[in-house]
């Protein structure tokens, strides 16, 4: 009974969540960029406590993420990347001004991060694991040097596990809001983890310690999303 409850609970979440699911796990091959949609929080802002604190969340997702999404659409409004779905828009972002690249990198970009953190406590699916141990030698190796991309990226930017088109996993950073669909990017890829390092994502609570920040980041990793990102893929 309680399993029935649970089927038709997961499946109803589906049905509702098409596009949300859509965009993150695997970008959307043909919603048009106009026609993205602000996406809901998958958890409280105080989900992730203590590694990253409320008010840190509530700023980070209802300011800084909203604004990235608002001025996007604002940007592409009437031009013809409006008709591009975010992925076609991302393999050709050197020909969009600074403002659809910015903040096109940072609407898709925090929907990603959202997803791949969780409160509750999960492991890389087998596959995944295999795939980390065969390219990084093992999990802690391939912690250490996406932990060390993160930390060492200068300024505002994030850190990424990518899995690039010759099948082969490896860890790289970018700056502002740029991703590894894009471009403009050396290492292009599909992102599978990504962890933001734009001081505005942990200063209230690590203030200038954003080594510590990164390292309390694996207690909330969602290693569901990323073994899903990497299996469906
Ligand atoms: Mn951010």
Redesign the pocket.
Known sequence: MKQTFFIALVGLLLIVSPSWAGVTNNPNPVQKAIDSVFPELPYAYNALEPTIDAKTMEI?YSK??KA?YNNFLAAIKGTPAAELDLKSLFAEISKQPALVRNNGG?YY??ML?WENMSPTKTTPSAALKAAIEKDFVSVDKFKEEFANAAKKQFGSGWAWLVLGKDGKLFVSSTPN?DNPLMDVVEKKGTPLLCI?V?E??YYLKYQNLRADYVDNFWNVVNWDTVSKRFETK
């Open positions: 980070h800084h993420h990235y940072g970009n925090h991060f809001q933001d734009w505005h994502a």
